[in-house]
T-cell receptor, first 115, second 114 residues
Framework: AQTVTQSQPEMSVQEAETVTLSCTYD???????LFWYKQPPSRQMILVIR??????QNATENRFSVNFQKAAKSFSLKISDSQLGDTAMYFC????????????FGTGTRLKVLA | EADIYQTPRYLVIGTGKKITLECSQT?????MYWYQQDPGMELHLIHY???????EKGDLSSESTVSRIRTEHFPLTLESARPSHTSQYLC?????????????FGPGTRLTVL
């Protein structure tokens, strides 16, 4: 069975600094997708970034980038130039398709950006 | 911004009441999902649907039921609410016709059963 592990329940970072959130997963699949979702306090969950497992190039979205290490089954999220609006719960998610779609989420990392 | 809506946003209700949580999306997505999330915790999939008249139970056992009579509508019903049902319920939809099956989430319904 697939699992997703986020080992950092809480993190904090100073405004304008860089922070990296870790995520590891376990799967025997070769084709799958990985996602980082952001859930601000009392607000809607939104997609931050996604990565296709067959792509070796790391995905980037403005200040957000990932370090995808397929062999190590690691999928960390780097937030550069942190902003106060980045304060949120961040969930790592794994998705595969093998006849049916299956999503597995990690337990989340609560990130607080300090002024 | 994803066009997926949930009502009510907050609900406080007494034990034994029947409740229905509404979820609607205007994106024409075939797949829809219900997740349960306790504060600060991970999401647990409780129901999903691949299209009209298709519903399946998710990984987390739930006493709730769902229906999918129309593509855009995926309500969740609790016949008799209990305090153990207190949680946040998130609805999501996705369109797998693209390169990835990204899920778009609604704002959630925070349910409190007294």
């Amino acid at each position: 069975a697939q699992t997703v592990t986020q080992s950092q329940p809480e993190m904090s970072v100073q405004e304008a600094e860089t922070v990296t959130l870790s995520c590891t997963y376990d799967t025997s699949e070769n084709n799958y997708y990985l996602f980082w979702y952001k859930q601000p306090p009392s607000r809607q969950m939104i997609l931050v970034i996604r990565q296709e497992a067959y792509k070796q190039q790391n995905a980037t979205e403005n200040r957000f980038s990932v370090n995808f290490q397929k062999a190590a089954k690691s999928f960390s999220l780097k937030i550069s130039d942190s902003q106060l609006g980045d304060t949120a719960m961040y969930f790592c998610a794994f998705m595969k398709y093998s006849g049916t779609y299956k999503y597995i989420f990690g337990t989340g990392t609560r990130l607080k950006v300090l002024a | 911004e994803a066009d997926i809506y949930q009502t009510p946003r907050y609900l406080v209700i007494g034990t034994g009441k029947k409740i229905t949580l509404e979820c609607s999306q205007t994106m024409g997505h075939d797949k829809m999902y219900w997740y349960q999330q306790d504060p600060g915790m991970e999401l647990h999939l409780i129901h999903y649907s691949y299209g009209v008249n298709s519903t399946e139970k998710g990984d987390l056992s739930s006493e709730s039921t769902v229906s999918r009579i129309r593509t855009e509508h995926f309500p969740l019903t609790l016949e008799s609410a209990r305090p153990s049902h207190t949680s946040q319920y998130l609805c999501a939809s996705s369109d797998p016709s693209g390169t990835t099956d990204t899920q778009y989430f609604g704002p959630g319904t925070r349910l409190t059963v007294l």
